[in-house]
């Protein structure tokens, strides 16, 4: 039953619900769908039960998803919230917000306090991939089925969660892989590498970085000169990248940035240096942000590889199709594709963010 206030026609509301669950008989391992069940309940053979068209719009009080966003760190995070706050909208869901500021302690904090005011459904990006388990222990055992949204956790318990939205970030750090593998077939001696890693322990981090290398190695031309954490952000791509370019100078010929905006940061780092971004150092970025696609109609950046960040339409629906108690699959990865020099200008031109 939910745990909501139901206004006027309370007593028949309530009635009302407690057949609508026991016709539906599916509580997809979570809590038993709420009042805001749809038009049609699935039963558990497959077929739809049809359920009163007319009901009382008093008896479907949004649906309260709680929300534990990792940060404000890129173009590509803000555009994600944006995103997850129209679909909310659009689709009449009550969306309860909080920002992380890149801690996994206030994303605890924030998914313990959506326990307490029962919301309907906790959907989570996280911010590092471990530590997860024993705070989605407790939003199991308070019977709120949880959504994880962009980036992937570790935990051995698969069933802490009901789906992850995501992308497939092995598979971006791959394409960028096979880029740079064609891009450079003709170019002879040591290619040095530079990589600009995410933030530490995060998902994309590990998986972008691993794809690349999993798809360069035994190449014996490439030789990584430098590797290191600039939090995704343009400020430590611009650092990092100054150093990295102290540090080994003109033997940097290739950097891979796991992200746009420190792509964008090391590019200015690069003109500081005097050197050419996209000429003298290839580079290869992931996200599709419009100042990227920008740089990259410029030549400033010679690949990006697409991560879709707008994940809200799915994230919203399949919290309502858990609260129709429908069964989702676990995994959704969103469509994506690369954008080279040539479509570059086309592209940024139509780029929301
Ligand atoms: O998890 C997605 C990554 O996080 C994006 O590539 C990056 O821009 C963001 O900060």
């Given at each position: 039953m939910n745990h909501r206030t139901i206004g006027v026609g309370s007593m028949i509301g309530a009635l009302f619900c407690a057949l609508l669950v026991i016709l539906s008989g599916c509580d997809n391992g979570q809590k038993s769908p709420a009042v805001?069940?749809?038009?049609v309940i699935p039963d558990r053979s497959g077929e739809l039960l049809s359920v009163a068209?007319?009901?009382?719009?008093?008896?479907?009080p949004p649906l309260v998803l709680g929300f534990s966003q990792l940060g404000t760190e890129s173009d590509w995070r803000l555009a994600n919230t944006e995103s997850i706050k129209e679909a909310a909208k659009e689709a009449g869901v009550e969306l309860r917000f909080e920002n992380a500021e890149q801690s996994q302690q206030k994303q605890i904090a924030a998914i313990r306090s959506f326990i307490e005011q029962k919301v309907d459904v906790i959907a989570i990006a996280p911010v590092?991939?471990?530590?997860w388990e024993p705070i989605l222990k407790e939003a199991k055992a308070a019977g709120i089925p949880v959504i994880i949204s962009d980036r992937s956790i570790d935990v051995?318990?698969?069933?802490?969660?009901?789906t992850f939205i995501g992308a497939d970030f092995y598979e971006e750090g791959r394409k960028a892989g096979k880029y740079l593998l064609d891009k450079t077939r003709d170019m002879t001696g040591t290619i040095g590498i530079a990589e600009l890693k995410?933030?530490?322990?995060s998902a994309p981090s590990i998986e972008r970085g691993k794809g690349f290398r999993d798809t360069i190695e035994g190449n014996s031309n490439f030789v990584y000169l430098e590797s290191d954490y600039a939090d995704f952000t343009f400020e430590q791509g611009k650092e990092t990248m100054r150093r990295f370019l102290r540090e080994k100078g003109k033997e940097i010929r290739v950097l891979f940035a796991h992200n746009d905006d420190m792509a964008l940061g090391a590019i200015e780092a690069i003109e500081e240096y005097g050197l050419r971004p996209g000429k003298d150092i290839v580079i290869i970025s992931v996200d599709g942000t419009r100042r990227a696609l920008e740089k990259l109609a410029e030549g400033k950046i010679n690949l990006v590889v697409e991560c879709n960040p707008l994940l809200g339409p799915n994230l919203i629906q399949a919290a309502t199709e858990i609260m129709q108690g429908r069964m989702l699959p676990k995994r959704i990865v969103p469509p994506e594709s690369v954008f080279t020099e040539q479509m570059a200008k086309r592209e940024a031109a139509k780029r929301k963010y």
């Open positions: 805001s069940a749809p038009a068209e007319d009901a009382d719009p008093v008896l479907t590092i991939q471990s530590g051995a318990d698969s069933s802490l969660f009901v995410g933030t530490e322990g």
